[in-house]
């Protein structure tokens, strides 16, 4: 079992910059797939990047090239770094982690554990 906890969302300006984190508890993450997701307004869950054990990433085209996941795996901490924000990055987001052993996984797998997500709300 993991929990996850997400933090760092907040309202900014469009153009702003915010890091999310996210803290697990119970359980390494080093040897799992982690995601980000949201949730926009009104909107189905997006999956919005992943780092899988060995460091390789993937991520939506929506984000790409403003958002950036990273892992800190000795403290058990899942970050994504989110530049260059648009009023369309307005979401809940969440973070996701895959069953303990995972090679490799994509933004449509299935995660078995989710955190209880943190609101970014990016204006014009």
């Known amino acids: 079992q993991v929990r996850l906890t997400e933090s760092g969302g907040g309202s900014v300006q469009a153009g702003g910059t915010l890091r999310l984190s996210c803290a697990a508890s119970?359980?390494?993450?080093?040897?799992?797939?982690m995601a980000w997701f949201r949730r926009g307004p009104g909107q189905e869950r997006e999956g919005v990047a992943l780092i899988n054990p060995d460091g390789s990433t993937t991520y939506a085209d929506s984000v790409l090239g403003r958002f950036t996941i990273s892992e800190d795996s000795p403290k058990n901490v899942l970050y994504l770094q989110m530049n260059s924000l648009k009023p369309e990055d307005t979401a809940m987001y969440y973070c996701a982690a895959t069953g303990l052993l995972c090679r490799a996984a994509t933004l449509t797998a299935t995660y078995s554990y989710w955190g209880q997500g943190t609101q970014v709300t990016v204006s014009s």
């Open positions: 119970g359980s390494t993450l080093s040897t799992r797939c």
